[in-house]
């Protein structure tokens, strides 16, 4: 059901002493996960992203940290994927279908007020915050409904395959204002597409299999072919 072997066990492990360890070299904040077309994915007929936009992972909010082994040859993830409320989870996107309201009269107008302090008629608008506008309809972003399937006898669900991840690059211990790709590709050496795989009782994360390549803006960015 996936691209992932007998021998995933053995580099899940591996890959977990490693952050375990610390052995790893930051390579920033992960933002989101794209994943491309698998002929075993079947999709949501009730979710309105993945059918508009495709299948991703949108962390939103709450980026989670991106590494790579010292030999470059593994990305690492060394935290869970836990929602707000410390469950296992995504969180909520906004509607892709959802339309705003109109701007009320009082929005575009504002209200006569008397003033406190001076005593004079004074106009003033709605805080900006209180406006439905600001406030899109939101959509449950859920794990299950984005994997194809399940690593056997495992709790780990298994998307397929990862086309590229977006991250926040870190830069010699501080954050850079900049995007930068981890692009993914198929690996003829073994045959593998990438993977992401996440615990669904746990919130583990493991990319596993494929190749792939960090593309930055920067001159000095680090491209790191795996097989």
């Given amino acids: 059901m996936t691209t992932a072997t007998m021998d995933a066990a053995g580099i899940l492990k591996y890959q977990n002493d490693l952050i375990r360890t610390g052995d790893y070299l930051p390579l920033g904040k992960m933002q989101k996960i794209a994943i491309g077309p698998n002929g075993q994915y079947v999709a949501p007929v009730n979710d309105p992203i993945i059918a508009k936009m495709g299948r991703f992972i949108e962390l939103r909010d709450r980026p ?3 590494a790579q082994s010292r030999d470059r040859s593994m990305l690492l993830v060394p935290a869970m994927l836990l929602a707000s409320d410390g469950r296992v989870g995504l969180p909520d996107l906004p509607d892709p279908n959802w339309v ?14 008397r003033d406190e302090v001076s005593g004079k008629m004074i106009r003033k608008f ?3 915050g209180s406006s439905p506008r600001a406030n899109p309809r939101m959509v449950p972003q859920r794990l299950e409904d984005r994997a194809e399937g399940r690593l056997e006898k ?7 395959p990862v ?6 690059p870190e830069i010699q211990n501080r954050m850079v204002g900049d995007a930068w790709l981890v692009e993914c590709r198929f690996n003829p050496a073994d045959r593998t597409h990438m993977a992401l795989m996440v615990d669904q009782k746990t919130g ?3 990319f ?3 190749q792939f390549e960090i ?6 960015s680090a491209r790191s072919p795996r097989g």
Avoid: D
Wanted: net charge negative.
């Fill in 163 to 168: 086309i590229g991840i977006t991250f926040q």
């Fill in 154 to 160: 495992t709790n780990f669900l298994v998307f397929s």
């Fill in 204 to 206: 583990e994360i493991h």
């Fill in 100 to 113: 705003a309201p109109p701007p009320t009269t009082e929005e575009i107008e504002g209200v006569e007020v």
């Fill in 64 to 66: 989670m940290p991106l």
């Fill in 208 to 210: 596993y299999g494929g």
């Fill in 126 to 128: 709605p805080a900006l």
């Fill in 215 to 220: 593309l930055g803006s920067s001159p000095n």
